[in-house]
């Protein structure tokens, strides 16, 4: 896999954004899809992730209610919606694929592909 973000920018808080993920040889059906933020002077926190044999779905307390998880499967890809962003949220938001697991998680040791991350930055 060779996982490519999308989506990241500056947006004031309160705004929203979107972010893809997708993969440039094809699609993501067959994976466990993590999202996860590194912060500038913080550990890299998973954010919400999508299990690949249902589509359950799992956020971090921090962004429940506010950031949603989901397949586009006309895309191939699968994005993230945020809304309601604060500057607590700025941060490298990355991708990362993993096609063992059962479920998915939030911590990052299972997942073997990563992309190369889309900087989000929201303003006060």
């Known amino acids: 896999l060779q996982l490519v973000e999308s989506g990241g920018g500056l947006v004031q808080a309160g705004g929203s954004l979107r972010l893809s993920c997708g993969d440039s040889?094809?699609?993501?059906?067959?994976?466990?899809i993590g999202w996860f933020r590194k912060a500038q002077g913080k550990e890299r926190e998973g954010v919400a992730c999508?299990?690949?044999?249902?589509?359950?779905?799992w956020y971090a307390d921090s962004v429940k209610g506010r950031f949603t998880v989901a397949r586009d499967y006309g895309k191939k890809q699968v994005f993230l919606q945020m809304d309601s962003l604060n500057p607590e949220d700025t941060a490298i938001y990355y991708c990362?694929?993993?096609?063992?697991?059962?479920?998915?998680?939030?911590?990052?040791?299972?997942?073997?592909?990563w992309g190369q991350g889309t900087q989000v930055t929201v303003s006060s």
């Open positions: 990362a694929a993993e096609g063992l697991i059962v479920g998915c998680v939030l911590f990052s040791d299972p997942y073997d592909y």
């Open positions: 040889g094809g699609a993501l059906d067959n994976y466990a």
């Open positions: 999508i299990s690949s044999s249902d589509n359950s779905t």
